[in-house]
């Protein structure tokens, strides 16, 4: 079935350093794309989403970048902090449908001090 | 805190027990949804109501029993649950169904024992 998924299970970065958290998606007609961040014993937390008539977005500290010739969505997080431990959902969706989304399998962000 | 709360944060049930979950959302949203996050795997779309009626089940038991008595809550009625029905239940609420971002509680750990 289509599918979202992450190419790396964990990451770990330098604090300060930058960080790149890779995501591919099968399904050509997704129009939207979320990432999520989630920490221990929490829900997940919106951090950008970009549409697919869009290849960049920027936000805080992060910016998403689309590719949608080879289905391809990635997050960079400039100047890692501590805080940013936690594991990264790309999401997707399509037809309009915002909450109906397609999940990846998470990749885990450790942040050495 | 995003808005979207939950209760019980924790729940441990026996299989012959009857419970459910509560989700109060409290962004003024008109859709909300059921996730089931199990150890692993990614987060899977359970239920989706929009404007209070039920516009999707993705193919869930029916030992769990969905209610959305209006747009600000959302329950989850458990009954005779299995062991691997153990998981993080997510409930997140969104303005329609359009392309906007979801918002997540943080969620109900339940152990089925």
């Known amino acids: 079935g289509e599918s979202v998924g992450l190419h790396l299970p964990t990451l770990s970065v330098q604090e300060g350093d930058n960080s790149i958290i890779n995501c591919a998606y099968s399904n050509s007609a997704s129009d939207y794309f979320i990432w999520y961040k989630q920490e221990s014993g929490k829900g997940p937390q919106f951090i950008i989403d970009i549409r697919s008539n869009m290849d960049k977005r920027q936000g805080q500290r992060v910016t998403v970048l689309l590719n949608k010739t080879v289905k391809h969505l990635s997050l960079q997080i400039a100047a890692t902090q501590p805080g940013d431990s936690a594991v990264y959902f790309c999401a997707e969706t399509f037809g309009g449908q915002g909450g109906k989304l397609i999940f990846g399998q998470g990749t885990e962000l450790s942040v050495k001090p | 805190e995003t808005g979207v709360t939950q209760t019980p944060r924790h729940l441990v049930m026996g299989m012959t027990n009857k419970k459910s979950l509560k989700c109060e959302q409290h962004l003024g949203h008109n859709a909300m949804y059921w996730y089931k996050q199990s150890a692993k795997k990614p987060l899977e779309l359970m239920f989706v109501y929009s404007l209070e009626e039920r516009v999707e089940n993705n193919s869930v038991p029916s030992r769990f029993s969905p209610e959305c008595p209006n747009s600000s809550h959302l329950f989850l009625h458990l009954h005779t649950l299995q062991p691997e029905d153990s998981a993080l239940y997510l409930c997140?609420?969104?303005?329609?169904?359009?392309?906007?971002?979801?918002?997540f509680g943080q969620g109900t750990r339940l152990t089925v024992v």
């Open positions: 997140a609420s969104s303005q329609g169904q359009g392309a906007t971002e979801a918002f």
